[in-house]
């Protein structure tokens, strides 16, 4: 089966990471891979998708409303390469490829990675009235599904809810790697590193995460802090921590394509995201065994048990990331033990393998419903 997937773009985010880490688990003998994408320049998962056995096309558009005129292009891409199933991400992408579908005549499957309210009104309102043209609809957690029928109670497409996974044989602990690390950011054998990956994004509200971090210092002056990624806010925040006099205390390490060695550094990763989908780069954390510290931003609750795979507050009482990180930076045995069951809790439910398969049925269960 010839499956296209389209988005907007191959950056680093949570959505693009998965397309090269499922593609490298698919059944090769019952699929062949497209993947189209539109802002050339954010471009991080081309390799690693050709590198897998994907075919990569970029159709370069400067903006969403260039995106959309991409349509008669695309469709001719479907024609020409007997494509059978589309399987669209994140909004703008979506909604083309509900247009796409209706030209062609091709099956549309779009995966529902955020909460509706996490979008701009346009975006949320062109992505609502087009949905029931898809022929599925996946949402990334019950939270993400929850959303989308209370923005759109006349929601008639099919919805199946497949939770995101990650390949947890890939993301392991590697100490060698997380020391090497240690020693390059210049923290020393006693530091306590609190971490976190993210695009710089509103929603991460990293502004909150590097307030919490001064008030964690100052109550843990061993704590050193570690963000990793890239985003529209960095000059925001680096003026923050600038600001703030927290440049020897907190380091921004940039886009990084490997991060396991920084996850492997990490004695504790923290989030304070005011909503979500479901966190990939959560999920690879617990895998590579970090206790983790959040809020309960939308489907994180899905996978964080309360004292038993990580702590976790709510969206509003983010004073209390202080006092759990305190608490856990002073307590290597609970840190040992939210690790290890973290590290259980994704390999017992949140398997990349579980949700491949699960897609996999569905790319032939939405096949045979269409002929």
Not at 102 to 128: C, D, M, S, W
Not at 163 to 179: A, C, F, I, M, T
Not at 300 to 321: F, H, S, W
Request: charged share 25%; aromatic share 6%.
């Amino acid at each position: 089966m010839k499956v296209l997937h389209i988005i907007k773009s191959l950056g680093r985010g949570g959505a693009e990471t998965l397309l090269p880490e499922t593609l490298k688990l698919h059944d090769r003998s019952k699929f062949e891979f497209h993947y189209i994408y539109f802002l050339p320049w954010k471009n991080q998962m081309e390799g690693s998708i050709e590198s897998a056995g994907g075919r990569v096309t970029c159709i370069p558009a400067n903006n969403n409303l260039q995106l959309l005129a991409k349509t008669a292009r695309v469709s001719q891409y479907v024609r020409e390469h007997k494509i059978e199933l589309i399987h669209a991400h994140l909004p703008w992408a979506g909604v083309l490829a509900r247009l796409v579908g209706r030209r062609t005549g091709v099956p549309v499957i779009y995966t529902e990675h955020n909460k509706q309210e996490r979008y701009h009104f346009a975006t949320r309102i062109l992505n609502l009235r087009t949905l029931n043209l898809l022929d599925t609809l996946i949402c990334v957690s019950s939270d993400v599904e929850a959303s989308v029928r209370k923005h759109k109670p006349s929601l008639s497409a099919p919805v199946r809810t497949i939770l995101n996974g990650v390949n947890h044989r890939h993301y392991q602990r590697d100490p060698e790697k997380g020391s090497a690390v240690r020693r390059d950011l210049g923290f020393g054998d006693d530091a306590i590193i609190i971490g976190t990956i993210a695009v710089f994004r509103f929603q991460k509200r990293l502004n909150v995460w590097i307030d919490t971090a001064r008030k964690i210092h100052q109550r843990l002056p061993n704590a050193r802090f570690v963000i990793v990624g890239d985003g529209p806010l960095k000059n925001e925040l680096t003026e923050q921590v600038r600001a703030l006099g927290l440049e020897n205390i907190i380091v921004f390490t940039g886009l990084q394509e490997e991060t396991r060695p920084y996850l492997s550094a990490m004695d504790i990763y923290m989030m304070s995201s005011i909503f979500e989908g479901l966190p990939i780069a959560l999920l690879e954390a617990m895998a590579c065994g970090c206790p983790v510290v959040t809020t309960d931003a939308g489907g994180i609750k899905e996978v964080i048990r309360y004292n038993t795979d990580g702590l976790m507050c709510t969206v509003d009482d983010t004073d209390n990331l202080v006092e759990m990180v305190c608490g856990l930076g002073t307590n290597p045995i609970e840190r040992e033990r939210l690790a290890r069951n973290a590290r259980k809790r994704i390999e017992e439910s949140f398997s990349l393998q579980s949700m491949v398969s699960q897609l996999e049925s569905l790319y032939f269960e939405v096949k045979k419903r269409k002929r």
